[in-house]
Structures are given as structure tokens and as C-alpha cells.
């Protein structure tokens, strides 16, 4: 009977933490506050930015900069504080923190042939910031496995255990063994949301189906992508950007 009890408080406490996503009005489970969130975005950033070397290229670091400062101008959070680094690490890999910190790896950039191709990269990860998806993820985390009780655990990000979780959701690191990957629905999603942002922006979305399809090849030539782990690119995406464009 308690258990019954516990199980139904549970429940009504998660319904009462549904929102509706602004750009697609999907219902999203958040138990993370967004101030909360932007928070935790801040302290992760300072510590990668205390554990990484930033490319000393700086032609490369101001086209970087220079992409995503005009997607950031039409994203339209005005309680983001944009941020933009270039990493030099040969991974394949880019991600987006609350708040708006964008980091980018000199790695991908090897796949990058224009300024339209970069803005899909960063209009993706952006995307996936302004949707909160790593929010999205990190509370059905929580829910699946301890409930609420556990965010008082992840709002700490001095605790480990609060950070491997952030880490976790927000897919920080290059060890894909503990990440969650995006799930299907948010990466349709931040696919749609990223071309919206990089048209606005002034870049051609057809730039898209350029660039993920190099992904793939790159996939399939036995090349290590850390960014492919979490963000599978297959023909059914690809088809889905394609069909996405002529409506944008």
C-alpha cells in the first residue's frame, strides 16, 4: 500500500513537470529548473574550459565565432550568454551547454567546407540547447531511476555524482560509453530547429545534406567520430532533412 502510495505521488509530482517545447509543442518531461540549468551550464563550462587547449588557429577560431554569433542572434534567448570556443582536439565533435557555450573541436572542422556547413553543425547543437534536450534527458534519468530525490543530487555540480550526470546528459566528454544518446524525436527535432535557425541566420540549409552525408562516409571509412555516437546519421535522416527544406 505504501509502495502504491509512493508510486502515485511519484507520478503526479512527473505530470506536473511536463512542458511543451516551444518550437514543435512536443511534451517534455523537465524536473530541472532552467535557471537551475543555466547554472550548471556555467560551472561545466569553466571546468572544460580549465581541462582543454583552445586552438591557437585564429582565422579558424573567428570564422567559428563569426557563424555563431549570427545563429545566436536569431535564436532569440535572451537569457543565454553566448560563448563560442574552438577546441584543438582531432575528435569529431561539437556540443552546446545551457546557456548557450558552444564548443566546437578542430576535428569536425576537417569534414567542414564552408561557412554554410559549419552553421549546420552549430545550428544543430544550438538547437539541441535551446530545446533542452540535455534537460530532457537528464530528468528521465532521474525519474528512471531514483525520481525526484535525485535532484538535489544534480543541481549540485560540486558533487561527482551530480556531474557525471550532467556529463552524461549533455554529452561532454569523449568517452560515448556513458553517454545517453539522443533519442530519435530529439534528433529529428534539433535537425528541423537547426535549419530554421541556420536560414534565419542567412545560410543555405541544402548544406545539410552535404555535410551528414560526409559524416556517413566518414562513418563508414572506419574513422572514430565521437559526434556520430550520439548523433546517428543514416539515409532515413538524411531523408528527413531533405523533405524538411523546400518547407522551412
Not at 551550464?41 to 571546468?47: H, I, K, P, V
Request: proline share 3%; glycine share 8%.
Amino acid at each position: 500500500m505504501r509502495a502504491l502510495l509512493l508510486s502515485s505521488l511519484l507520478l503526479l509530482l512527473l505530470g506536473g513537470c511536463v512542458t511543451s517545447n516551444p518550437y514543435t509543442s512536443r511534451s517534455q518531461l523537465m524536473l530541472i529548473d532552467k535557471k537551475e540549468e543555466l547554472k550548471m551550464g556555467r560551472e561545466a563550462s569553466e571546468e572544460i574550459l580549465k581541462n582543454s587547449k583552445k586552438s591557437s588557429n585564429m582565422q579558424a577560431t573567428r570564422r567559428v565565432m563569426e557563424v555563431g554569433t549570427k545563429i545566436a542572434r536569431v535564436a532569440e534567448q535572451s537569457d543565454f550568454a553566448w560563448e563560442f570556443h574552438l577546441i584543438e582536439d582531432p575528435s569529431i565533435n561539437a556540443f552546446c551547454l545551457p546557456g548557450g557555450k558552444v564548443f566546437v573541436y578542430t576535428g569536425i572542422l576537417t569534414l567542414v567546407e564552408s561557412d554554410d556547413e559549419l552553421a549546420v553543425v552549430m545550428g544543430h547543437e544550438i538547437a539541441h540547447a535551446i530545446a533542452r534536450h540535455g534537460a530532457e534527458r537528464l530528468s528521465v534519468s532521474m525519474a528512471s531511476e531514483l525520481g525526484r530525490n535525485l535532484i538535489g543530487i544534480a543541481l549540485d555540480m560540486k558533487q561527482p555524482q551530480s556531474k557525471k550526470l550532467f556529463d552524461t546528459a549533455y554529452g561532454v566528454g569523449m568517452n560515448v560509453g556513458v553517454m545517453l544518446p539522443y533519442s530519435r524525436t530529439q534528433e529529428l527535432e534539433a535537425d528541423r530547429i537547426g535549419l530554421l535557425l541556420m536560414k534565419r541566420a542567412g545560410y543555405n540549409p541544402s548544406a545539410a545534406l552535404t555535410f551528414w552525408e560526409k559524416m556517413r562516409a566518414n562513418q563508414g571509412g572506419g574513422k572514430g567520430s565521437d559526434f556520430l555516437s550520439t548523433h546517428p546519421s543514416d539515409s532515413k535522416r538524411i531523408e528527413a532533412i531533405r523533405q524538411a527544406i523546400p518547407s522551412l
